[in-house]
């Protein structure tokens, strides 16, 4: 939650998992429609490979963060420019930062380090561990023009399934949102998100009270496209209380130069 980069991240990696994966041999207890199968299927294969590909790109982020305390008091604003490149060593530099009051900043964190025997999941792979084609139900409620393209509208909302794991597990069935689906490249266009109810994270006295992330693309591009991103939480502890805003203008995906190319894709040698 402490970097805009990962409210990307997540927006696209929960519409993807979003998705009934209609080559499963597991058949859901739920009949899947058709329509609805084959837009986010192949919507999820194609952010699949923007998935992959992210690790050779690079792009410009120009964001606007505003907090508040636990009265609703406005405590500060900031605004700042960073060229983020997600997987490298480190995946985000500032060209420019304004602070105004007292506002914590996404911090350019170094990517922690795989462990060898650990096993990089495929979106398709998440989506069929966490059983999204029997947790959501999904409905095509219509169609819009999105950066100038005609795209589906998807409504999706939790269903019971008697599961709960984990952390992902509970978060899964406290959302509901909507994606636009490009019809005619088949990709993420738009994307809105929220929590439904507080969530209690990983730590005993932590609470997620509040969670809204929205995305659209606004012009597209070669690989994603200039595009905007506004990510909302409010986390509450009994130390402290965090609400913030977070708006995100991404542009200028371009790819890496080599050295960063390589440093992301093979990390264990790439450190000497």
Not at 16 to 21: F, S
Not at 258 to 271: C, D, I, K, M, Q
Request: without cysteine; charged residues 30%; hydrophobic residues 40%.
């Amino acid at each position: 939650m402490r970097k805009p980069a990962r409210g990307l991240g997540l927006a696209l990696l929960l519409l993807l998992a979003l998705v009934p994966e209609t080559r499963s041999q597991r058949a859901p207890p739920a009949e899947v429609d058709p329509e609805v199968a084959r837009l986010l299927e192949r919507a999820l294969h194609h952010a699949e490979t923007l998935r992959k590909q992210f690790r050779t790109i690079e792009y410009d982020a120009e964001m606007r963060v505003q907090e508040w305390d636990a009265h609703g008091t406005l405590r500060g604003r900031a605004k700042a420019t960073a060229v983020m490149r997600p997987g490298a060593e480190q995946p985000m530099t500032f060209v420019s930062r304004e602070i105004d009051g007292k506002v914590r900043l996404p911090e350019p964190e170094k990517r922690r380090k795989r462990k060898r025997a650990e096993k990089e999941k495929t979106l398709l792979e998440f989506a069929e561990e966490r059983q999204i084609a029997e947790r959501f139900a999904f409905t095509v409620v219509g169609t819009e023009t999105v950066a100038g393209q005609r795209a589906s509208r998807v409504a999706f909302h939790p269903r019971p399934i008697g599961r709960r794991k984990d952390t992902t597990d509970r978060f899964l069935e406290t959302i509901s949102g909507t994606a636009w689906v490009s019809a005619t490249t088949e990709k993420l266009v738009k994307f809105e998100l929220r929590l439904d109810q507080p969530l209690q994270l990983f730590w005993i006295f932590a609470v997620l009270r509040e969670l809204e992330i929205r995305y659209e693309l606004l012009v597209p591009g070669e690989v994603l496209g200039r595009s905007k991103l506004q990510v909302k939480f409010a986390l509450h502890t009994p130390v402290t209380s965090l609400r913030q805003q977070h708006d995100v203008q991404l542009d200028n995906f371009r790819r890496r130069s080599e050295s960063n190319v390589f440093a992301a894709l093979r990390p264990a040698e790439a450190t000497h």
